[in-house]
């Protein structure tokens, strides 16, 4: 543990206040709490042993040999050689599909003399949307890095697409019974061990592009090449912070804007909305709360005899609070002109 | 007597053309039903890997959204003790019951793998930090409390059966039991109520930079408890209004006026926080320059908030069924409209590209959803004690 902030590239100082062992204290606790949810929580802070992908974009040359050897990996169609070198596949912007989990696209950013080639896929985020967002848990953080999806769970309800920044999770909406979502696996099966596996992509990179190791170190040299050569990247390791911090980071000689990066905040969307989620429901004190404070109008305002005379209604409810208006209905007009006054009750 | 006059109203031979067009809507929804699950989605849906969720979505927020009238009804009459809405908890019962269930019908049609649907009652896979979780457990946990709060009418209909004496003996059983519980079952219905209605918000703020900034905020919770609090009490107004012949006798109408002056109030409470919001966050500044979205949000707000609320602030509007129909009316349309903008109009998907239009495949079978839940409620309506005040018939 003490190497921990040791093997902290830069930039990770101000990683959240959380440490990894204060996490592990907090999970401790609530487990010792019992609430199922909390123990779950999602990974907020980065394993130092993480395993991630720096991506050089100043080295591609859009072979697209990541592509085959992605597609090779998953048993998916495989491109030849002619379909390789066909150049026009460029001239649209492609993305993911459910099956191309990865994807390089041409970008002639103004200012560069040569076109840049944008490998996109799955981002692995350090604290990931779409492992938040399922309901049942198919979209699983590994600690090793990946972000892995387990079919056998999945109800098919496609939140995990809704909630994902970077728009990576594909639908295979054309399987009428057993459709997958399907992404970028870090090559890791569903239960296999992520951390000795070096992607298929990136042993295929024949220009080096694609660097695999442990994040931190990753990142540290990304901030040495920064530093190193000044003029050909842009300031900025896309992944970094971006969402959160993600476990595909990026170099690269244009704006990310200009090569089709989203701008995106410092902190992972689901930090806001689960600590709403768990402040609303913290140890079921809220809405046990409002039980009793409905069970306690209930018996407050029951009435005194089985007569119609209600008593003043109790001032827990606040949201309908009905005026104490005896004579109110009389004054007001009925909108049916069927009423028949006061037989409330037809007991 | 009551039951009479409803099976009369529902039944009756001035109303065949509706009941027909009805069951012809319904086989169209069951044509797109064959389609969805033996085709795929692929075939029947315009969804796409931009646009995950499309109408039937929409459908289902909304159509849970209307069916508050269920708790909200419950919870003045039985919670508040005001007896004279006792006329309307029924009806906005059934409306509840029918409403989820339909709601059920859809998202099964528009999950994946239905087959999996039961997954979230797995502890092993219980995983709390998801909004749709908190959903999914209370949508299960309401639709049990409502086929409990249901089971009443059902046996009361059939206690002393001499057709079915066994079953009729049943009944009785049910009734004798379920009675020191109701009240249980009627807190927990609202207490449930209002935590679902709100995470359905909450499924939307984790995706910030997907939903229009008219939309996206912090507290879309509290939005749509407070819109579904104002939908479900419109809508409970519009059925009580439809089936009015029936309920000549009963307190109803003296609830619904009393629920029509109360509206507007929650009406300007809730533009109160949507326009309040939208200073704060400063949201006002994306109303120009124009577009689809701006469009729908002042439709929203113009036809589904403020129309309604000037229209029910007067004492005449109140008093002539067919405006106070009219303004319940746009309140519904309102909400609809404001979780069609959240799930579907205002939802900005990252890359650029053509825009969600539902396929008629999706059309038909939510239109055929929708028209089985009328003909069940007519139906249920007819047969069962939901036009009688609910002691009515225990004491005889």
């Known amino acids: 543990m003490d190497t921990f902030t040791q ?32 123990t779950r929580a999602t990974l907020r802070v980065v394993d130092p042993e993480a395993m991630a992908v720096l991506v050089d974009l100043t080295k591609c040359n859009g072979c697209r040999r990541c592509e085959a050897a992605c597609q090779e990996a998953n048993g998916f169609v495989l491109p030849d050689e002619q379909e390789l070198a066909d150049k026009s596949v460029f001239q649209q912007r492609r993305h993911p599909q459910p099956q191309q989990l990865t994807i390089v696209n041409r970008f002639e950013p103004p200012g560069i003399d040569r076109p840049v080639y944008a490998k996109i896929n799955c981002l692995h985020c ?39 920044p970077f728009e990576m999770p594909t639908y295979e909406y054309d399987r009428v019974l057993t459709p997958q979502v399907r992404k970028c696996t870090f090559c890791t099966g569903a239960d296999a061990s992520p951390s000795q596996s070096v992607p298929a992509c990136v042993k295929a990179c024949p220009k080096e592009c694609l660097l695999y190791g442990r994040r931190s170190d990753l990142l540290q040299r990304a901030h040495e090449r920064i530093a190193q050569h000044p003029d050909d990247y842009v300031d900025h390791v896309y992944g970094e912070h971006e969402a959160g911090g993600t476990s595909w980071l990026y170099l690269s000689p244009a704006p990310f804007e200009q090569i089709g990066f989203p701008g995106m905040p410092p902190t992972a969307p689901p930090r806001l909305s689960e600590a709403i989620q768990h402040g609303v429901f913290a140890s079921f004190v809220p809405p046990l709360a409002w039980c009793a404070v409905l069970a306690l109008t209930m018996h407050l305002t029951r009435p005194v005899s089985d007569e119609k005379k209600p008593a003043a209604p109790a001032p827990g409810n606040g949201r309908l609070n009905p005026v104490s208006r005896p004579a109110a209905d009389a004054a007001e007009g009925r909108p049916i002109r069927h009423a028949t006054g006061q037989n409330a009750r037809t007991v | 007597m009551q039951q009479d006059k409803m099976r009369e109203l529902c039944d009756g031979t001035g109303r065949h053309y509706g009941q027909m067009a009805l069951i012809a809507l319904l086989g169209i929804g069951l044509i797109g039903g064959i389609h969805r699950f033996f085709f795929g989605l692929e075939a029947s849906t315009n969804l796409s890997q931009r646009y995950p969720w499309g109408l039937w979505i929409v459908a289902d927020v909304s159509l849970i959204a209307l069916a508050a009238g269920g708790f909200v009804t419950a919870g003045i009459a039985h919670i508040l003790h005001r007896h004279r809405y006792e006329a309307l908890v029924r009806p906005a019962l059934l409306t509840a019951l029918l409403g989820y269930t339909c709601a059920c019908v859809l998202l099964a049609a528009d999950l994946g793998r239905y087959y999996n649907i039961w997954h979230p009652l797995l502890p092993s896979m219980w995983q709390g930090n998801s909004a749709l979780f908190e959903v999914g457990m209370c949508v299960m946990c309401y639709l049990t409390v409502l086929y409990l709060e249901f089971a009443p009418c059902v046996c009361e209909r059939f206690a002393g059966s001499l057709r079915h004496p066994t079953f009729g003996r049943c009944c009785k059983v049910v009734l004798r039991s379920t009675r020191p519980v109701i009240s249980v079952l009627i807190v927990a219905g609202v207490a449930i109520s209002c935590l679902h209605q709100s ?8 995706a910030p930079s997907k939903l229009h900034a008219l939309w996206w905020t912090p507290v879309l919770s509290l939005m749509f408890l407070m819109s579904a609090v104002i939908g479900g009490i419109a809508t409970t107004m519009v059925v009580a209004m439809a089936s009015h012949k029936a309920l000549e006798g009963s307190a109803a109408p003296q609830a619904l006026a009393e629920l029509s002056r109360y509206l507007p109030i929650l009406l300007a409470i809730y533009v109160a926080f949507k326009l309040g919001d939208m200073v704060i966050r400063q949201s006002y500044r994306t109303l120009l320059p124009v577009s689809l979205e701006t469009v729908t949000f002042a439709v929203e707000i113009v036809v589904g908030v403020i129309v309604p609320l000037l229209m029910l602030m007067s004492a005449r509007v109140r008093r002539t069924p067919w405006l106070l129909a009219t303004a319940s009316a746009c309140v519904m349309a309102g909400v609809v409209l404001n979780r069609a903008n959240v799930y579907w109009l205002g939802f900005r998907p990252l890359r650029d590209g053509a825009r969600y239009v539902p396929s008629l495949t999706e059309w038909g079978f939510t239109i055929g959803v929708v028209a089985a839940l009328i003909l069940a409620w007519r139906l249920l309506a007819a047969r069962l004690p939901i036009i009688t005040t609910p002691r009515h018939r225990v004491s005889d």
Not at chain 1, 8 to 14: S, V
Not at chain 1, 17 to 29: D, E, H, N, V
Not at chain 1, 145 to 156: A, E, F, H, R, T
């Open chain 1, 7 to 38: 093997e902290e590239g830069p930039g990770w100082a101000d990683r959240g206040p959380l440490s990894r062992r204060a996490f592990i204290k907090l999970a401790g606790a609530a487990t010792v709490l019992g609430t199922a949810t909390e």
């Open chain 1, 126 to 164: 350090v604290d990931p949307a779409c492992v938040s967002a399922c309901l049942v848990g198919a979209m699983r953080k590994d600690p090793g890095g990946p972000v892995i999806y387990d079919p056998s769970k999945c109800m098919g309800c496609r939140y995990c697409m809704v909630a994902c």
């Open chain 2, 199 to 206: 995470s359905l918000g909450h499924v939307m703020v984790i």
